[in-house]
């Protein structure tokens, strides 16, 4: 079946507009999750969905982070007044559920680019 | 906070030797422990999952071994092909969350 799919896969901005990002889980994955990967550093967790509820939003680094998530389905994750900081790789993951055994699927990832 | 160091931070062999990995954690009330690999400009490719209850996993060429007493996880690829040059990330699950570390850069020369 289809794995993780992200959208757009590159994305150039310029500093102070907004941007959204998708992703589409795997289907029937009831878990979404939300990681960042800047430049050098090591991957960081944002934000996971069960559902559509986002039980733990603490990895998100500012107000200006958002996301959503339709039902158990597609999720975006918008960035307001972007900064040249939020330049990293966006990847999105899904699971079956968030119990012990749950093994994460990643996507391709999306790279922000903000001049 | 779950964190998790990864050593060497790269590593260079010539094709057919094998390569150990290391990662260490340093809570070890983890669900399972997960190893990736992840080719320059792409995603995360998942290799092995280890459970908390397990001790080893085994795909291949590749064996993954836990030992969560100590905080530990080691990666084995036996006989190394220049297709295994990539960055390999190990990342701990607590909860719901991977914490990961900043990976391991694999090149193998022909």
């Known amino acids: 079946g289809a794995g993780v799919s992200q959208s757009p896969s590159n994305k150039v901005t310029e500093k102070g507009k907004d941007v959204e990002l998708r992703c589409d889980p795997i289907s029937g994955h009831t878990a979404l999750y939300w990681y960042r990967q800047r430049l050098g550093q090591g991957l960081e967790f944002l934000i996971y969905?069960?559902?559509?509820?986002?039980?733990?939003k603490s990895g998100l680094p500012s107000d200006r982070f958002s996301a959503e998530r339709t039902g158990e389905s597609v999720s975006t994750l918008t960035i307001q007044r972007t900064q040249q900081e939020d330049s990293a790789v966006y990847l999105c993951?899904?699971?079956?559920?968030?119990?012990?055994?749950?093994?994460?699927?990643f996507g391709p990832g999306t790279r922000l680019t903000v001049l | 906070k779950q964190e998790v160091t990864q050593i060497p931070a790269a590593l260079s062999v010539p094709e057919g030797e094998n390569l150990v990995l290391n990662c260490s954690f340093t809570?070890?009330?983890?669900?399972?422990l997960q190893w990736f690999r992840q080719d320059p400009g792409k995603g995360l490719t998942s290799l092995l999952l280890?459970?908390?209850?397990?001790r080893e996993q085994t795909s291949g060429r590749l064996n993954a071994s836990l030992d969560k007493s100590s905080g530990r996880s080691t990666l084995y690829i036996a006989a190394s092909q220049p297709g295994d040059s990539a960055t390999y990330l190990c990342a701990a699950h607590n909860d719901y969350k991977l914490s990961f570390g900043a990976g391991t850069t694999v090149t193998v020369r022909a």
């Open positions: 809570d070890s009330a983890i669900y399972n």
């Open positions: 280890i459970q908390s209850s397990q």
């Open positions: 993951a899904s699971s079956l559920g968030t119990s012990t055994y749950n093994e994460q699927f």
């Open positions: 969905f069960q559902g559509n509820s986002a039980p733990d």
